[in-house]
């Protein structure tokens, strides 16, 4: 018997061993807890926590405290709500934020500023901006006096559009849209009213921009095609079975590259918790662990079904460089809110969208810390996948099962390990700045002799918060085979996306991918 247990204690923790990925410890103490992160093109992160939580771990500077009559716990709040994180030294630098940011939204403009939208209190209608620097910079948060939302916006989402303005759809108690800059104020979207449940479902919808220029978008179980120019709904898709997919059951949900001809648009979405066990709030309840993935473009769609590993709730579904995707963070059971999950789920999945069904699913060494409510994840320039937050109370409380998490980790897929260190590609010359459709030349060096094609990818730099990753695409670039330059170094010919469709304006993270290992990613100005 002894035997026994000894051969299961040695296989299991060899076996976690040898899966796939490493992680690092980047941060013991960010001073916040994330519960929205951005990562900015000055490789700094933008880490942004609500502001009615009481005392963070982080002081503001001397003299910059913020005054509020209504705040419950701190009148006058010298905490830090918000931080800047610097990836090369690990710096962090305290932001001031003056209006609560509960559960908000946001995304990149097109000359790279953040907008941030919405949230709860005074809050509510409020507009803030960001515009990045590194970390020696003065930046800071912007909230605008001089405009502010039509309808207050509390789990709302964001997309930023082919001409670089914003739709902002959704909130609780607001079936509307609008946009940034401001339209003709909100505009009535009854389909999030219609799927509306006992316990909301419609919060934090999934937006993801088309390349025809139209809009999926899904909340609960169903989605539609919106055309933000008309503001009207030009189709309806079959339903997602399995469960509510959306807050305050939240899976996650990305689109998959965009390539070829651009025609083609693939949206998945994974997880979800159980209709029931918010309003029961009931922490044990098994999450789903079912997978729909749909062609969101196709004149006659259907839900191709298939299954996770694990079921998962609060995960969060990262695009990685190559076109594959990672599922990461998340519990196994309960529903999103303060305090109403348990059993976390520590093992990132690869989602590899190649492989037929079954397949398609690759289980990743765990991590140590669980990451539950109000936790994110993000594409990093060196391509690994940043982790940040996790607070299941409504407070700061470390002294709990699930304590307040302040830890920043990174994960480093397999792509990263050390035997792949040669054929990961360097980009020694690219444009700061391309238009659509325009041709241009990248120069990579590679270490080993390039065989086959070195891919040259977009990634954006997406809004994460509540398991989904706003604004998120990768956009895979039609290329010629790369020529020898000389030595070890390679040029490939590139075309840039062809409109605002396909890759809204904007910066993005750029990798050359040469057999399935990334670059680290130089920053370039997609413009009109």
């Given at each position: 018997?002894?035997?026994?247990?000894l051969?299961?204690?040695?296989?299991?923790?060899?076996?976690?061993?040898e899966?796939?990925?490493?992680?690092?410890?980047?941060?013991?103490?960010?001073?916040?807890?994330?519960?929205h992160?951005?990562?900015?093109?000055?490789?700094?992160?933008?880490?942004?926590?609500?502001?009615?939580?009481?005392?963070?771990?982080?002081?503001?500077?001397?003299?910059?405290?913020?005054?509020?009559?209504?705040?419950?716990?701190?009148?006058?709040?010298?905490?830090?709500?918000?931080?800047?994180?610097?990836?090369?030294?690990?710096?962090?630098?305290?932001?001031?934020?003056?209006?609560?940011?509960?559960?908000?939204?946001?995304?990149?403009?097109?000359?790279?500023?953040?907008?941030?939208?919405?949230?709860d209190?005074?809050?509510?209608?409020?507009?803030?901006?960001f515009?990045?620097?590194?970390?020696n910079?003065?930046?800071?948060?912007?909230?605008?006096?001089?405009?502010?939302?039509?309808?207050?916006?509390?789990?709302?989402?964001?997309?930023?559009?082919?001409?670089?303005?914003?739709?902002?759809?959704?909130?609780?108690?607001?079936?509307?849209?609008?946009?940034?800059?401001?339209?003709?104020?909100?505009?009535?979207?009854?389909?999030?009213?219609?799927?509306?449940?006992?316990?909301?479902?419609?919060?934090?919808?999934?937006?993801?921009?088309?390349?025809?220029?139209?809009?999926?978008?899904?909340?609960?179980?169903?989605?539609?095609?919106?055309?933000?120019?008309?503001n009207?709904?030009?189709?309806?898709?079959?339903?997602?079975?399995?469960?509510?997919?959306?807050?305050?059951?939240?899976g996650?949900?990305?689109?998959?590259?965009?390539?070829?001809?651009?025609?083609?648009?693939?949206?998945?979405?994974?997880?979800?918790?159980?209709?029931?066990?918010?309003?029961?709030?009931?922490?044990?309840?098994?999450?789903?662990?079912?997978?729909?993935?749909?062609?969101?473009?196709?004149?006659?769609?259907?839900?191709?079904?298939?299954?996770?590993?694990?079921?998962?709730?609060?995960?969060?579904?990262?695009?990685?460089?190559?076109?594959?995707?990672?599922?990461?963070?998340?519990?196994?059971?309960?529903?999103?809110?303060?305090?109403?999950?348990?059993?976390?789920?520590?093992?990132?999945?690869?989602?590899?969208?190649?492989?037929?069904?079954?397949?398609?699913?690759m289980?990743?060494?765990?991590?140590?810390?669980?990451?539950?409510?109000?936790?994110?994840?993000?594409?990093?320039?060196?391509?690994?996948?940043?982790?940040?937050?996790?607070?299941?109370?409504?407070?700061?409380?470390?002294?709990?099962?699930?304590?307040?998490?302040?830890?920043?980790?990174?994960?480093?897929?397999?792509?990263?390990?050390?035997?792949?260190?040669?054929?990961?590609?360097?980009?020694?010359?690219?444009?700061?700045?391309?238009?659509?459709?325009?041709?241009?030349?990248?120069?990579v060096?590679?270490?080993?002799?390039?065989?086959?094609?070195?891919?040259?990818?977009?990634?954006?730099?997406?809004?994460?918060?509540?398991?989904?990753s706003?604004?998120q695409?990768?956009?895979?670039?039609?290329?010629?085979?790369?020529?020898?330059?000389?030595?070890?170094?390679?040029?490939?010919?590139?075309?840039?996306?062809?409109?605002?469709?396909?890759?809204?304006?904007?910066?993005?993270?750029?990798?050359?991918?040469?057999?399935?290992?990334?670059s680290?990613?130089?920053?370039?100005?997609?413009?009109?």
């Amino acid at each position: 018997m002894e035997l026994l247990i000894l051969s299961i204690f040695t296989f299991f923790f060899l076996s976690r061993a040898e899966l796939p990925g490493t992680w690092d410890l980047l941060v013991p103490n960010a001073g916040i807890s994330s519960m929205h992160t951005a990562v900015t093109r000055f490789n700094t992160v933008v880490l942004l926590d609500r502001t009615n939580t009481g005392p963070s771990r982080k002081m503001l500077r001397k003299g910059h405290c913020r005054l509020d009559p209504h705040d419950a716990v701190l009148k006058r709040d010298c905490y830090a709500h918000s931080v800047l994180f610097d990836l090369q030294t690990n710096q962090i630098r305290p932001l001031m934020i003056l209006t609560d940011t509960w559960c908000s939204s946001g995304q990149f403009l097109h000359d790279g500023t953040l907008l941030q939208t919405g949230g709860d209190l005074d809050g509510f209608k409020k507009i803030r901006k960001f515009d990045p620097c590194d970390i020696n910079g003065s930046c800071d948060w912007v909230e605008l006096d001089d405009v502010e939302l039509s309808e207050g916006r509390w789990y709302a989402s964001n997309q930023i559009l082919p001409d670089g303005s914003v739709i902002i759809i959704g909130g609780r108690g607001a079936n509307t849209v609008e946009y940034y800059p401001p339209r003709n104020g909100a505009v009535l979207f009854p389909f999030l009213a219609d799927v509306e449940d006992k316990q909301m479902d419609n919060l934090y919808p999934y937006v993801h921009l088309l390349p025809n220029g139209k809009l999926f978008v899904f909340a609960n179980n169903k989605a539609v095609l919106f055309d933000h120019e008309t503001n009207k709904v030009v189709k309806g898709y079959p339903p997602l079975d399995g469960g509510p997919r959306n807050y305050p059951s939240a899976g996650s949900s990305v689109m998959l590259a965009l390539e070829g001809d651009y025609s083609t648009a693939v949206i998945v979405i994974c997880g979800g918790a159980q209709y029931g066990a918010f309003i029961e709030r009931s922490t044990d309840t098994p999450a789903l662990g079912s997978c729909g993935r749909i062609v969101a473009t196709s004149l006659d769609p259907i839900w191709e079904m298939e299954d996770m590993p694990f079921g998962r709730i609060m995960g969060d579904m990262v695009m990685l460089p190559t076109g594959d995707a990672i599922v990461i963070n998340g519990a196994q059971a309960g529903t999103q809110g303060f305090e109403m999950a348990s059993n976390p789920c520590l093992y990132p999945l690869l989602y590899r969208p190649g492989q037929p069904v079954g397949l398609r699913f690759m289980t990743l060494n765990p991590g140590t810390v669980p990451r539950l409510y109000h936790s994110t994840a993000n594409l990093l320039p060196d391509g690994r996948v940043l982790v940040a937050g996790s607070n299941p109370h409504f407070f700061y409380k470390f002294e709990a099962e699930f304590p307040t998490e302040l830890r920043i980790e990174a994960f480093s897929p397999e792509y990263l390990s050390p035997d792949r260190a040669n054929l990961r590609p360097v980009i020694e010359e690219i444009p700061d700045t391309v238009r659509f459709g325009e041709a241009f030349d990248v120069f990579v060096s590679v270490t080993l002799p390039v065989v086959g094609l070195v891919e040259v990818n977009f990634a954006s730099a997406p809004f994460a918060t509540h398991s989904f990753s706003q604004g998120q695409r990768l956009v895979k670039l039609t290329i010629t085979p790369s020529v020898p330059d000389s030595g070890n170094r390679y040029k490939i010919g590139c075309n840039a996306p062809p409109n605002g469709a396909v890759a809204p304006p904007g910066y993005y993270m750029v990798f050359a991918v040469n057999q399935g290992v990334p670059s680290v990613a130089r920053w370039v100005h997609l413009v009109a």
